[in-house]
């Protein structure tokens, strides 16, 4: 049954199914899934067959901004099971990333995340979801919402202070970034990558306690090694569960500076150069051999991690120690 | 004996891989193997350029992709036709200055690269020195610096 053939008595049995009486709205349309600026909160789209009920727009906020509105991205409700859903609409972008000083080519490719939903199909480590084609032939993702909590959010929880948090929490959180970086893994081993590495990409799935990896449109041109942008990205969320949330110079500076002076060139991160990466000089209890691994992404690093295997080699290292400890 | 004699005509023909990109330090390196190796007899060199094509995910169509990848292979013929000349002025003979276009879409530059060398039996591999930047080399890798940590039975030459 197409459910483009629902009257619009029909649908509005359907929402009342699943939202509440004060928010069923009066009259619904059917909008055409071609242009995601006109398909407004409380609009139906038809995918698949299946009615879909369009809540708000997503938002993604970092760095203290202000959330950003994505409007390729709304929030619906399947009418047929009630299950909440992201739509995700093609949102072709070709641009420069600045960086450290760098600048690059990047591209957000709803093919490559279509590729890789299939790729992760039953995986609880990814979002799930399927793709299909909007009426102008575009890919849209038809993803699941994940319930829980970002990894960031998890962080600043967890803990009465560092030291606390280090030796009652931490080895929990690196098992559990262990198994992150093992997702990652999955991906490079299938010539994928992530694309967009991020704390806040990495969501905590509160029905089953495992982090699951979204947001996989992103593409960057790489030249010698594919992954390098990759692991920087899983490097970046390793010191900031490992400093309970980025250690930045400006911080230091008004609120400890006896830590600010003993620091050097040498002890800060390759590409944020506000960002403290030897953070045993910030808390002298990490072991030396989980710094030695923060150091790889700091400005005195001669030698790089080229895979994650190489990480995953260290990492296993460092949580034998830590949890023997 | 005829074996000796096989093996000495082989190790006589020295064949060295030059892999270069439009970078001013890929023309440095065949400069310097023009000068350096020019005009010696028992040489000979493949110039390699190896197009990094960035996939479908950069491209709207498959046509835009393969019009993309026709520009790209073009220049690359174009510019090793120049250092082809280069060489041969140097005093190569023109049957031992061969080249080679690749295009590929590869994890690792370095590993098409010595890929190559193997599959020509290449004994020198010469690359150029970028002078990337620590956050660049962080970031993306720098083919100086892991050619010569994974390379095996060969030379690496690589040029300031």
């Not at chain 1, 899983?234 to 400093?243: A, E, K, P, R, S």
């Not at chain 2, 390196?29 to 350096?36: G, I, K, N, Q």
Request: hydrophobic letters at 35%; one cysteine or more; proline letters at 3%.
């Amino acid at each position: 049954m197409n459910a483009i053939n629902y009257t619009e008595q029909e649908l509005l049995q359907m929402i009342s199914l699943w939202i509440p009486p004060e928010r069923i709205p009066r009259k619904v349309m059917i909008k055409d899934t071609a242009n995601f600026f006109r398909v407004d909160y409380d609009d139906i789209v038809v995918l698949k067959g299946i009615p879909y009920f369009v809540r708000n727009n997503e938002r993604e906020g970092r760095f203290g901004m202000e959330d950003e509105q994505k409007f390729w991205v709304k929030r619906a409700i399947d009418l047929l099971t009630g299950r909440v859903k992201i739509l995700k609409w093609a949102f072709k972008e070709r641009y420069k990333s600045r960086i450290g000083g760098l600048v690059f080519d990047c591209v957000r490719s709803p093919l490559k995340e279509a590729r890789i939903l299939k790729l992760v199909r039953g995986r609880e480590d990814f979002v799930q979801g399927e793709s299909t084609k909007d009426s102008a032939g575009n890919f849209l993702r038809i993803l699941d919402y994940i319930r829980g909590k970002t990894l960031d959010e998890t962080v600043q929880l967890k803990g009465k202070n560092h030291e606390d948090f280090f030796f009652n929490h931490y080895p929990g959180l690196l098992s559990e970034f262990i198994a992150i970086v093992k997702s990652i893994k999955f991906l490079h081993d299938n010539g994928e990558k992530h694309g967009d590495i991020r704390r806040d990409h990495l969501i905590k799935d509160s029905r089953t306690g495992i982090y699951r990896l979204i947001d996989f449109d992103y593409n960057y041109l790489h030249y010698e090694n594919k992954f390098g942008y990759d692991l920087f990205g899983l490097g970046n969320v390793l010191i900031h569960i490992t400093g309970r949330g980025d250690i930045t110079t400006q911080d230091l500076l008004h609120n400890a500076p006896d830590k600010f002076s003993r620091l050097t060139e040498d002890d800060i991160n390759i590409v944020f150069h506000n960002r403290v990466t030897n953070l045993k000089k910030i808390y002298p209890y990490i072991p030396e051999s989980l710094n030695r691994i923060l150091m790889h992404f700091s400005t005195s690093a001669r030698v790089y991690y080229n895979n994650t295997m190489e990480l995953l080699e260290d990492l296993g290292e460092v949580r034998e120690g830590v949890l023997a400890s | 004996m005829k074996k000796i004699l096989e093996t000495e005509s082989k190790t006589r023909d020295k064949h060295i891989l030059v892999a270069v990109d439009p970078s001013e330090s890929s023309k440095r390196a065949v400069l310097y193997v023009a000068d350096f190796v020019g005009g010696f007899p028992g040489f000979t060199v493949t110039l390699l350029s190896i197009i990094n094509e960035p996939g479908e995910d950069f491209f709207e169509t498959d046509d835009e992709r393969k019009i993309w990848i026709s520009n790209a292979t073009e220049k690359s013929v174009t510019l090793l036709g120049k250092y082809r000349q280069i060489l041969i002025q140097s005093g190569f003979p023109e049957e031992k200055v061969k080249t080679r276009v690749c295009v590929d879409a590869p994890g690792s530059l370095t590993e098409l690269i010595l890929s190559f060398q193997c599959d020509l039996n290449c004994c020198t591999v010469v690359v150029g020195r970028h002078h990337k930047s620590k956050t660049e080399e962080f970031l993306f890798g720098s083919i100086s610096s892991r050619i010569i940590h994974d390379a095996k039975n060969c030379a690496i030459w690589v040029v300031e």
